[in-house]
């Protein structure tokens, strides 16, 4: 399987504050990256496809970015609804889906 | 606008089959290029992908759990069931149900699961 590592777990941050989540696959996945959101509770949401497109409706201060086995998610000024755990997951080997363990942000 | 809505007894005894239900909304889970998959978060750990099954009712599982692993389609009541056989206590997770959808790149399509159920909390204990 391919593991797909987070960093950090969790950040503490600031409103307006530059955030950026790393994602770093065990092997080559290509382009094959999902972003997703989740806050307390909530449903996952889907942010980002292919590693850089935004899914419709997304605001455009979230940015994706990487191919091969290192992908990075940008927040480009965070705001009080942006904090809530980040998870990647890569579809290259799909059906056979796996996901990172999550990015929590924080105030 | 797609919803799911996850169903279920919060509360297996180990040995017993975990049974889940995903209610569907606002799509039909017999039409359309799309799938169905179960992904479940134990507490305080990641995702993980259980299985999948098609709008004609094919599936495909995780093979860490494929043995005890069953999906199904109730298309009368546009409802994805689960099945888990012989539950242990690494089974407790919350359970979530969501669409697994291909987008268009530029090079291929990539699979994303674009719609979520919020999750059901399962505890497996006696």
């Known amino acids: 399987d391919i593991q797909m590592t987070q960093s950090p777990s969790s950040l503490s941050a600031a409103v307006g504050d530059r955030v950026t989540i790393t994602c770093r696959a065990s092997?080559?996945?290509?382009?094959?990256l999902n972003w997703y959101q989740q806050k307390s509770r909530k449903a996952p949401k889907l942010l980002i496809y292919g590693a850089s497109t935004l899914l419709s409706g997304v605001p455009s201060r979230f940015s994706g970015s990487g191919s091969g086995t290192d992908f990075t998610l940008t927040i480009s000024s965070l705001q009080p609804e942006d904090f809530a755990t980040y998870y990647c997951?890569?579809?290259?080997?799909?059906?056979?889906?796996?996901f990172g363990q999550g990015t929590k942000v924080e105030i | 606008q797609v919803q799911l809505q996850e169903s279920g007894p919060g509360l297996v005894k180990p040995s017993q089959t975990l049974s889940l239900t995903c209610a569907v909304s606002g799509a039909s889970i017999s039409r359309g290029s799309y799938f169905w998959s179960w992904i479940r978060q134990p507490a305080g750990k990641g995702l993980e992908w259980i299985g999948r099954?098609?709008?004609?009712?094919?599936?495909n599982y995780n093979p860490s759990l494929k043995s005890r692993v069953t999906l199904s389609l109730d298309t009368s009541k546009n409802q994805i069931s689960l099945k888990l056989s012989s539950v242990t206590a690494a089974d407790t997770a919350i359970y979530h149900c969501?669409?697994?959808?291909?987008?268009?790149?530029?090079?291929?399509?990539?699979?994303?699961?674009?719609?979520w159920g919020q999750g059901t909390m399962v505890t497996v204990s006696s």
């Open positions: 969501a669409r697994d959808t291909s987008f268009p790149m530029l090079r291929g399509v990539i699979s994303s699961f674009d719609f």
């Open positions: 099954i098609s709008t004609s009712g094919n599936t």
């Open positions: 997951q890569q579809s290259y080997t799909a059906p056979l889906y796996t």
């Open positions: 092997q080559s996945i290509d382009n094959y």
